[in-house]
């Protein structure tokens, strides 16, 4: 009986480091995969607008083309998780880079994107379903569909809303110490950034924690981590 009861703790001990494990190294993830997009959004877009002469012809939105640094977002965040994951880290790079770059089209298409600045609640939403469809194409089960679609639209739909407020707090206490606007900016943009990175990222990893603790391996499935 002590014995078994030594068993259980350890289990459970085992169980809740692996699930903070997982929000740790998936919030991270996609935390960094957040700065990098910021960074290649304020470079790529006028950059690409600018070299391929468009400004010339007319006037273009080159905001459009942020779906590559959010893919690229979308692809580290997916490679914290797997790195969480401890297995197949190409796939899920690929299935995270997807799944954004796809959400953020969508998120301009039905007019969800409003500022350059922070992630809209609806944007991150409908972002983070996409992102969360996308990586469960790696179990192959409805289940797992349910779930990261859910806990995507949950963590990036809040995490937009908290970078959003993030944002806007960030934004008193740096026009009141700093005086280079360049560095305003970039503080006030990479802070939203973050959040919601670190937010969204929290909740994909509770997923992928949750179907790896409790659906089954059946012949069908793809390998349950």
Request: glycine share 16%; hydrophobic share 45%; aromatic share 14%.
């Amino acid at each position: 009986m002590e014995k078994e009861r030594n068993d259980n703790a350890k289990e459970i001990g085992s169980d809740k480091s692996n699930l903070l494990r997982f929000i740790l190294i998936t919030s991270i993830g996609f935390a960094i995969g957040g700065i990098v997009a910021y960074f290649g959004k304020i470079i790529w877009g006028p950059y690409l607008y600018t070299i391929t002469g468009l400004h010339y012809y007319f006037e273009f939105n080159y905001e459009y083309l942020d779906f590559i640094p959010f893919i690229v977002w979308g692809a580290v965040g997916g490679l914290g998780l797997g790195i969480a994951a401890k297995k197949d880290k190409k796939l899920h790079t690929l299935l995270g880079g997807l799944g954004f770059g796809i959400g953020f089209v969508f998120s301009v298409f039905f007019g969800a994107w409003e500022s350059s600045s922070a992630v809209s609640g609806v944007a991150g939403a409908l972002i983070g379903i996409l992102e969360g469809i996308s990586l469960s194409l790696y179990y192959r089960n409805s289940k797992s569909i349910g779930i990261l679609a859910i806990c995507g639209a949950a963590g990036f739909g809040a995490g937009g809303l908290f970078g959003i407020m993030t944002y806007k707090v960030t934004f008193g206490i740096v026009m009141s110490t700093i005086s280079n606007e360049l560095i305003q900016i970039l503080i006030m943009n990479l802070t939203a950034f973050i959040v919601t990175g670190l937010i969204g990222g929290a909740a994909l990893g509770y997923g992928i924690y949750h179907i790896k603790s409790h659906i089954h391996q059946e012949a069908n499935y793809g390998e349950i981590i």
